[in-house]
């Protein structure tokens, strides 16, 4: 199933791209999978791949995304793949000033949180707006459904904050802030940090990052083995594009 769906969007990717200025393919391994410093994957490695098709000349583009997950399995909603389908429109609001807003639609396959007491849909729609200058970039992203399967949380909002200066010879530093509001679940609103490094040799990439949270290890504690989603960790990612 996991494979298929990678297949499956490769494929019409590929198709697609014929009409398009710019097409990409990207695949990682990566040690956890963490969103927002959240494992989304019980502190365990996942598979990930994408594709992305970008109109040079308006800026508008679009993509699509997956990475296999437990999270959703773990709740007892089964899914072990989520994918992400967005688009949106990048460009200059002044020399210098860069800007990039969209939509983002988490899709979890065959999940069924829905169905179960205290959970909604794992199903997230989010429309984003990021400003950059220079190295540095914030970025609000809200959301428009109920988020990541929390009932009664439409209006849920993540601010990012990110800088990632080249430091020479391949290498970038990777700095980021975030905040995470769950609408009407105070309880699982939490900040989350990450301080890395990437470097590039040729068509692939490795990262290496110090990520970490101030989340609730109540709220965060997997259901599977209760252990804390959001702890410090040192993350390890493999990824090329082509």
Known sequence: MKIAILAALLSVSAQAASAADDFSLNAALTSDYRYRGISQTRLQPALQGGADLVHKPSGWYAGAWASTIT?????????KVELDLYGGKRGELAPGIAYD???????????????????ANANTTEV?????????????????????????????????????????KGLVLNL????????????????????????????????????????GKAAYASPANGKFLGKRALLLTVGTTF
Do not use: C, M
């Open 71 to 79: 999270w959703t399995g773990d709740a007892g909603g089964g899914g």
């Open 176 to 215: 980021h802030a975030g905040r995470q509001r769950v609408a009407h679940h105070g309880a699982a609103s939490y900040t989350d940090y990450k301080i890395g490094i990437t470097k590039e040799f040729g068509v692939a990439s490795v990262a290496l990052a110090a990520i970490g949270t101030d989340a």
């Open 101 to 119: 807003a969209g939509v983002l639609t988490y899709v979890y396959p065959s999940n069924k949180l829905g169905h179960i007491a205290g959970f």
């Open 128 to 168: 984003y707006g990021q400003l950059g200058y220079g190295v540095a970039l914030v970025k609000y992203s809200h959301a428009l459904s109920n988020l990541f399967g929390y009932v009664d949380s439409q209006h849920s909002g993540y601010l990012d904050l990110a800088a990632n200066p080249a430091l020479g």
